[in-house]
T-cell receptor
């Protein structure tokens, strides 16, 4: 089945620095790649996504890049703020596109 | 426009009891997904439903677990004869279109504790 590997598992940055989280997937047919932010005690919140017809998408301080050849995609957060502290999950569709396979998550801590 | 609703938010059951988790999708969404999240882990797909149909239940345990999404009312995830290993957060998501090609929006989850 589809495997989604996510790195790093924990990331600590100073406020104002950038944070990068990387994911790799195994199914070359995957064509939709969302990123979710999960705060303590809450459900995952979709923050940005990218489809395979583009290589990069940006939304204010958040960007996602996709390399279909290498089968990896990354989340970039610039000018980090303490409220960015959360667990971030990447995901990619399972073959047949009925469900998402999630990475194990990255716990991001932004120190003030 | 209300988001995905789940209830109860917290549920405590003794071993052997039944747990019923409810999910109301976002307005206009007819596709529902259930995921389970163990502490410090990612989300694991359980089942994908449309109204009155189970589309993909490849992630559901073979016994004790069942799901439905009736024509009227919320989707229900039912766990019979709960065991301690069932303790987890259960999340429901919904989307407008089919499967993983569309944005999925998650509810706040139901945290099940089996004592």
């Amino acid at each position: 089945g589809e495997n989604v590997e996510q790195h790093p598992s924990t990331l600590s940055v100073q406020e104002g620095d950038s944070a990068v989280i990387k994911c790799t997937y195994s199914d070359s047919a995957s064509n939709y790649f969302p990123w979710y932010k999960q705060e303590l005690g809450k459900g995952p919140q979709l923050i940005i996504d990218i489809r395979s017809n583009v290589g990069e998408k940006k939304d204010q301080r958040i960007a996602v890049t996709l390399n279909k050849t290498a089968k990896h995609f990354s989340l970039h957060i610039t000018e980090t703020q303490p409220e960015d502290s959360a667990v971030y999950f990447c995901a990619a569709p399972k073959w047949g596109n009925n469900d998402m396979r999630f990475g194990a998550g990255t716990r991001l801590t932004v120190k003030p | 426009n209300a988001g995905v609703m789940q209830n109860p938010r917290h549920l405590v059951r003794r071993r052997g009891q039944e747990a019923r988790l409810r999910c109301s999708p976002m307005k206009g969404h007819s596709h529902v997904y259930w995921y389970r999240q163990l502490p410090e882990e990612g989300l694991k797909f359980m089942v994908y439903l449309q109204k009155e149909n189970i589309i993909d239940e490849s992630g559901m345990p073979k016994e004790r677990f069942s799901a439905e999404f009736p024509k009227e009312g919320p989707s229900i995830l039912r766990i019979q004869q709960v065991v301690r290993g069932d303790s987890a957060a259960y999340f429901c998501a919904s989307s407008v279109r089919q499967g993983a090609l569309d944005e999925q929006y998650f509810g706040p989850g139901t945290r099940l504790t089996v004592t």
